[in-house]
């Protein structure tokens, strides 16, 4: 599994972090950051509910 984002559509709301605070943050601006680009199998599942409920669709997980 792959986790990228694209910050320029990130809206800060930051269910991201509230869901999966081991695989993401956000920086000052309350723009998303990435902290694993490959994380474990056992975060898949928070992983993609953090995508599937990212307001801006901002996250993308492939593989
Ligand atoms: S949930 Fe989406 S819009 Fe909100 S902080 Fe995370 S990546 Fe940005």
Redesign the pocket.
């Known amino acids: 599994m792959r986790v990228t ?1 694209d910050r320029d559509r ?8 509230m869901l999966s605070p081991e695989v ?1 943050d ?1 920086d000052d601006d ?3 950051l990435v902290l694993q680009e490959r994380p474990a199998a056992e975060l898949l599942e928070d992983v993609h509910r ?1 995508a599937d ?4 669709r ?2 993308q997980v492939t593989g």
């Open positions: 984002t990130c809206v800060g709301s930051g269910q991201c972090a993401f956000q309350g723009l998303v953090a409920l990212c307001p801006s901002t996250i």
